[in-house]
Each structure stands twice: as C-alpha cells, then as structure tokens.
C-alpha cells in the first residue's frame, strides 16, 4: 500500500481511500498498545484514549499527501505520545510524568517487531487492569472491549443492550472507580495471579459466548478468539489460558456452519463438517497439547475437541464426553454442566441413563423453566421412541425461547416427529 520515492526514500502520497484503509488497518492492533502504553505513563485512561483517537485522527489527514509510514504504529504512538505531552505541559501538572514521556525516543518506543517487553507487559497489565474484581462483571466485558480491543461506544451498548449514552457513563464510572480505588496497573505474582486469572478467562469467554450466541454480534466473538490468542501469547505457561484459547477455537470452528441455506439453526449433528474451519480446529489442538492441568476450561476443551475432530456426529466419541462431563461436574457443580452431562450420558448410555441424570440435575430447581432443559428432555424421549410426547415437548420449550432462529429450528423438530 505504501509507495517510495526512490530518490529521496520519502511516502509517496496515496490515495484518500487507500489511507484510511491503512488507518483503519493499523488502528486495530495499534490503538489498543497505544492506549496501555500511555496509561502506564500517564495513569490518565481518558487522556489515553484521547490521544489515541487524536492520531488516528491525525493519520486520516496526513497519509494520504504524506504516504503511509513504514511503521504506522510507531507513527501513531509518536504522535499520540506528544499530544499527551502538550496536553501535560498545558496544564502544567504530573511533571514526573511529562518528564518519563519526553524521555521515550521515538524510535526506541515502538519497534518495527513490536515484540518488546514493554509493549508485552502494558497490553497484559491493561488486561488484568480492566477485569478487577473490584468492578462488577458488566463493567469488566464494556471496559474489555473498548480499551483493549478498541471497540467502539455504541457497538458494546448494542451488545450489552444499553443505549449509548449509558454505555458510556459505565464506561466512566468503571474508569473513575480503578483511579479512586487505587486499583493497580500491574499483572499480579504469585498467589494473587492464580487468584486473579480466572477472572480475567471468565471475562473472555463471555464476551465470546455473548458473540458466539444465535443472536449474537458475530465481530464480538471474533475479538473474544483475538484477544485469547493474546492472551495465550503473553501468558504461554499458564494452563488454563491455553485451555480456553482451545475452547473458543474449537467452537468458532464451526461458526459457517451453523446455518443452512435459508438461515435456519442447524443442531450440530446436522452441520456440514466439511464448512467447519480446520485451521481453527488445528490451532486449537496445539493449544490442548499444552495444557497440563486439569482446570473448568482444560475439561470444557477436551469436550469441544471430541466433537470438532469426529468425522460424523456417529463417529463422536460420547463415552470420553461424558467422563469429562463427570469430571466438570466435579469441579464446577453447576445446573447447566448437570444438565450438559445428562445429555453426554444420554448419548453415550442410552436416553434412559440421560433421563435419570436430568431429574437429578431438576431436582435442585435450578433448571425450573429453562427451555433448553425442556428440549433436553424432548430430544432424549425422542430417542425413546416415544414421538407424539417428544413433539409436544419441542412445542413447550419453543414456547418458552426468546430467540426467533432457536423457536424454528425447535418447531421443526417437533413437526418432523409429527409427520
């Protein structure tokens, strides 16, 4: 895209369109190291992202007679950076800072590999720093996604269904609560870091589950499997990081084949395998290779990889599913994974062995009025044998969903075992 004066070595000019594809090209992955870079220096979020928005903005008008740079990101933190120092020096406050800034070289500040350890550590501190304990879930996933990945305001408010002007007076408050709270920009050691990551995973795989979702906002999901790929790249000793990295691949995998033709919902078993994204499933097996615990994400992946590696849904090997579910189960006891094992068990057993384990996993009244429960049940009385019963459950748990794609795809189960 870039073009070279061979005389003087200058960016020759480039179109308006072409600049702001680059623009927008670099401000993917460079707005995000800017932002934690400038927070490490400056302790300020807004003026770091301020700044940040400044020089892309400053990028749009420039690149198109000036030439896109060899290194657009160290362009754009160049100029990021000394608009933060103008905006320091204005004000005439935070000297410790104004001076760590001027100190930082251009040309040492970002690499042309940008893989030092600087950079590493910010984009990580940045992580840890957004999904606090201290901030409510909700807050984490917004803060998350606009700081980290650079999403903007009114797409985090479509996805977490909030209007915008909300969105962002959270986003404000989650920003004014790290300051007051005094909440550190490090990536915590020790004890505190096993404490810590599993926050942080459960932050990544709900935004993931929230894009993945039949009525989810697929560039959501598609930032969540970025992100984990981030993740894993920084953190590449931790087990559990690598599990969920596995988790998300493996199931995005399938993502193109999740509806035929006309849109509908298609059950997995009913999926065209050849559609399914074999490099996705490629990287997520070389993530399971690592893993060396027995972690909620390392069992969740092992599931995910005995579907996404079995030629036909005959060929799905539901026996080691249901070990893995018994495992789970064990180590996080909850109605859904009660629920998910009832359904394995079922598969792997016989439908009367998954009936049993679904009563069981009733019996607490954590599934009371859930659909997928209902369908659970429908699918396994179907199995069966017994046809008109199923159908009526089908018809129940349509019922019972919000979602439009999961209402047909439940009725047309139900209709194919009234015909």
Same mark, same amino acid.
């Given at each position: 895209?870039?073009?070279?004066?061979?005389?003087?070595?200058?960016?020759?000019?480039?179109?308006?369109? %072409? @600049?702001?594809?680059?623009?927008?090209?670099?401000?993917?992955?460079?707005?995000?190291?800017?932002?934690?870079?400038?927070?490490?220096?400056?302790?300020?979020?807004?003026?770091?992202?301020?700044? @940040?928005?400044?020089?892309?903005? =400053? *990028?749009?008008?420039?690149?198109?007679?000036?030439?896109?740079?060899?290194?657009?990101?160290?362009?754009?933190?160049?100029? *990021?950076?000394?608009?933060?120092?103008?905006?320091?020096?204005?004000? *005439?406050?935070?000297?410790?800072?104004? $001076?760590?800034? *001027?100190?930082?070289?251009?040309?040492?500040?970002?690499?042309?590999? /940008?893989?030092?350890?600087? =950079?590493?550590?910010?984009?990580?501190?940045?992580?840890?720093?957004?999904?606090?304990?201290?901030?409510?879930?909700?807050?984490?996933? %917004?803060?998350?996604?606009?700081?980290?990945?650079?999403?903007?305001?009114?797409?985090?408010?479509?996805?977490?269904?909030?209007?915008?002007?909300?969105?962002?007076?959270?986003?404000?408050?989650?920003?004014?609560?790290?300051?007051?709270?005094?909440?550190?920009?490090?990536?915590?050691?020790?004890?505190?870091?096993?404490?810590?990551?599993?926050?942080?995973?459960?932050?990544?795989?709900?935004?993931?589950?929230?894009?993945?979702?039949?009525?989810?906002? /697929?560039?959501?999901?598609?930032?969540?499997?970025?992100? @984990?790929?981030?993740?894993?790249?920084?953190? /590449?000793?931790?087990?559990?990081? @690598?599990?969920?990295?596995?988790?998300?691949?493996?199931?995005?995998?399938?993502?193109?084949?999740?509806?035929?033709?006309?849109?509908?919902?298609?059950?997995?078993?009913?999926?065209?395998?050849?559609?399914?994204?074999?490099?996705?499933?490629?990287?997520?097996?070389?993530?399971?290779?690592?893993?060396? $615990?027995?972690?909620?994400?390392?069992?969740?992946?092992?599931?995910? %990889?005995?579907?996404?590696?079995?030629?036909?849904?005959?060929?799905?090997?539901?026996?080691?599913?249901?070990?893995?579910?018994?495992?789970?189960?064990?180590?996080?006891?909850?109605?859904?994974?009660?629920?998910?094992?009832? =359904?394995? $068990?079922?598969?792997?057993?016989? /439908?009367?062995?998954?009936?049993?384990?679904?009563?069981?996993?009733?019996?607490?009244?954590?599934?009371?009025? $859930?659909?997928?429960?209902?369908?659970?049940?429908?699918?396994?009385? %179907?199995?069966?044998?017994?046809?008109?019963?199923?159908?009526?459950?089908?018809?129940?748990?349509?019922?019972? =969903?919000?979602?439009?794609?999961?209402?047909?795809?439940?009725?047309?189960?139900?209709?194919?075992?009234?015909?």
């Amino acid at each position: 895209m870039t073009r070279t004066d061979t005389t003087t070595g200058a960016p020759d000019s480039v179109g308006a369109a %072409a @600049a702001a594809q680059a623009v927008a090209a670099a401000g993917v992955d460079a707005y995000p190291r800017i932002v934690a870079t400038l927070i490490r220096l400056t302790g300020d979020w807004a003026l770091a992202e301020d700044c @940040a928005q400044e020089a892309l903005a =400053v *990028a749009l008008e420039r690149w198109p007679d000036d030439g896109v740079p060899a290194n657009p990101g160290g362009w754009l933190l160049t100029v *990021a950076r000394n608009r933060a120092i103008d905006v320091l020096r204005r004000a *005439a406050v935070e000297r410790r800072k104004l $001076h760590e800034l *001027a100190v930082l070289a251009p040309d040492d500040a970002w690499p042309e590999t /940008p893989a030092g350890e600087d =950079v590493v550590d910010d984009r990580l501190r940045l992580i840890f720093t957004c999904c606090h304990p201290a901030l409510a879930i909700e807050a984490r996933v %917004a803060l998350t996604l606009r700081t980290v990945c650079g999403v903007p305001t009114a797409d985090i408010a479509r996805l977490l269904l909030v209007s915008e002007s909300t969105m962002t007076r959270r986003l404000t408050r989650a920003r004014t609560r790290i300051t007051q709270a005094g909440i550190p920009y490090r990536v915590p050691s020790g004890p505190a870091l096993a404490e810590r990551l599993p926050g942080v995973l459960a932050v990544l795989y709900l935004l993931f589950t929230r894009g993945y979702s039949v009525d989810g906002e /697929p560039a959501f999901a598609d930032e969540a499997v970025r992100l @984990a790929r981030l993740l894993d790249r920084l953190m /590449p000793e931790q087990s559990e990081v @690598a599990a969920l990295l596995a988790l998300v691949l493996f199931q995005h995998s399938r993502r193109d084949a999740r509806r035929d033709a006309a849109g509908n919902l298609l059950s997995l078993e009913r999926q065209d395998r050849r559609r399914w994204d074999r490099t996705a499933v490629a990287d997520g097996l070389s993530a399971l290779d690592r893993v060396r $615990h027995d972690g909620p994400y390392a069992w969740q992946a092992r599931i995910a %990889a005995c579907h996404a590696t079995a030629e036909s849904a005959e060929a799905t090997d539901w026996p080691a599913i249901a070990r893995a579910y018994d495992a789970l189960l064990g180590l996080r006891s909850s109605p859904v994974v009660a629920l998910n094992r009832a =359904v394995a $068990h079922g598969y792997a057993y016989g /439908p009367e062995a998954g009936l049993v384990l679904l009563d069981a996993a009733r019996a607490g009244g954590g599934l009371d009025g $859930h659909p997928v429960a209902v369908a659970v049940e429908a699918d396994l009385v %179907a199995r069966q044998g017994d046809r008109p019963r199923a159908a009526a459950l089908f018809r129940a748990a349509a019922a019972a =969903v919000d979602s439009a794609a999961e209402r047909r795809a439940l009725l047309d189960r139900a209709a194919e075992l009234s015909r």
